[in-house]
């Protein structure tokens, strides 16, 4: 069931367009913020209010990157893996985190704290390697700072 | 003024707000473009030679022209394309977060020039710094009456909104971005009709960078010849923001002439390879640029000349290679990026890529046959500009052609040695 309060800020995105399925990516938005990920009941809601199959939903929240179908931690960790931090060694960065959290791309930390994702060029190449976790962005990483940033996430 | 689009910009990283950016001068091109009619706008855009900054160098005043500018359109939309996921590339994330009023003027004046109402800010979900300085901007340009009804008294009325994406390269194409905004999954859209025509909700619509539209205010304020002189290269008008990534002593970002050369920008700048390393290429523009190397430093960064040299000038930072790096190591890495950020569409390139990926990483791994080399060229050819839906697949091809083409070598010594020679043991 979505609550009141999802399906007001849902509702509200009726009327910045044309027709209400138009608003599908920011309704998925809405549900990850107030529940971290999209679970097949949230799909099931969602058809409901938006007058849409499931499946064409799924279709849309399977395209994206950054709506998690997957149960996710209080922070995820989004690694950047291309080119510039390829070269300024962001293989390092992955094995030292790894070794640390105990977890593999895609995996959460026993006590739901972390989860660590892959994710394309952040867009601070001049400061490679870099990460985010949540909204926030680290850069310049080495293992020293990672110990540092991962202290600071309850 | 010789860096119009970065003179605002502050040294100590934070944005630059209303107050601070009227005082600078801001919006005072606005003023001036709201005595104009929308035609001279565009004229003076057209004169002025800008190109789009978003890679394909397409020149903006000549798409803007493309907008019907009679008959009864129920909207018509603008949109600056903040997704800029293309790896290797990081100068809209500057503006956006350091001058947020210099884009919301420009787009201003451009949807006056086709006579647009309505105006999005499309930006990657991962930028939620710039998306927090943007949303607090068009706030305060909705409050002083820049945006909204009746801008500054006059008959104009325009509405900007900002989107946050939720992640996919793909969306940066600008067809698939108008389907992400419209809520669905982003595949490109077949052309014609062009989204001038036909686009956002099936109105017309321009799609513009970024950094193209950060130019705008200036051509309009200080016109067309000023613009043009900014630049070193003749008939490719203004300023280009370069950067540098990748093993050099000073990686960043500069605004300088158009068509300075890349040992300028590469050794003046970036100051030149760190200790101990030498350089070996470059992609000039971002991932889906063609190698350079040695021979080309000499060359002008302006959008012929790099194509005069095999590549593409694309986004203009610059991604360095130098000799402790394993070219195929890097292409691999640039392949695996490309295969999964294909949307799935066509065949060529939702399983040509991970196709090739797959023979790459035999290569990387050791594993790799001379014959692998020859698959490799064909799936260049395979997923050539004209064999594919859109221009992803051809992209991703271009640092695979001419890594095979300048250190094929190195993909030699890997398949004779069994082993990557930059591997340790
Ligand atoms: C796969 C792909 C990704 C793209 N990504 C971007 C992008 O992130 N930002 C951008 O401005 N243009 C991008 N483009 C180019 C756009 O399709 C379009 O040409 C551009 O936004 C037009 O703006 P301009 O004329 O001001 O350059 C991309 C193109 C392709 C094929
Ligand atoms: S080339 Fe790739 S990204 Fe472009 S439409 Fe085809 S599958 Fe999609
Ligand atoms: S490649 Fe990692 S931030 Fe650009």
Sequence with gaps: ?154 | MDRPLTKNIRKDGQPVYLKEYEEKGGYQALKKVLKMTPKEVTEVVKQSTLKGRGGAGFSTGLKWSFVPMEGDFKHKYIVANGDEMEPGTFKDRLLLEGDPHQLIEGMIISAFAIQADIGYVFIRGEYTYAAEIMEKALHEALEAGYIGNKILKSDFNFDLHLHTSVGRYICGEETALLNSLEGKRANPRAKPPFPQVSGLFGQPTIVNNIETFCNIPHILEYGPEWYQKLSLTPGDGGTKIYGASGKVKNPGLWELPLGVTLREILEDHAGGMREGLTFRGCLPGGASTDFLVEQHLDIKMDYASVAAAGSRLGTGTVIVMDDKTCPVGMVLNLIHFFAQESCGWCTPCREGLPWTEKILRKIEEGKGEMKDLELLEFQTRFMAPGNTFCALAPGAMEPLQSALKYFREDFINHINDQKCPWKIS
């Design chain 1, 1 to 154: 069931m979505l609550t009141a309060l999802e399906r007001q800020e849902i509702e509200h995105e009726f009327k910045l367009y044309p027709y209400k399925q138009a608003a599908c990516i920011e309704a998925l938005k809405i549900i990850q913020k107030h529940r971290r990920w999209v679970s097949d009941e949230s799909l099931l809601d969602l058809s409901v209010l938006l007058e849409m199959s499931v499946e064409e939903i799924d279709g849309v929240a399977t395209f994206y990157n950054l709506i998690y179908r997957k149960p996710v931690g209080r922070h995820v960790i989004l690694l950047c893996d291309s080119v510039s931090c390829f070269i300024m060694g962001y293989e390092s960065v992955l094995e030292y985190l790894i070794s640390k959290l105990g977890i593999k791309y895609g995996e959460t930390t026993p006590d739901d704290k972390f989860t660590l994702l892959p994710v394309p060029c952040l867009g601070t190449c001049d400061h490679a390697p870099s990460m985010m976790i949540g909204r926030d962005l680290h850069r310049d990483l080495t293992p020293q700072k990672i110990d540092e940033i991962l202290t600071k996430y309850e």
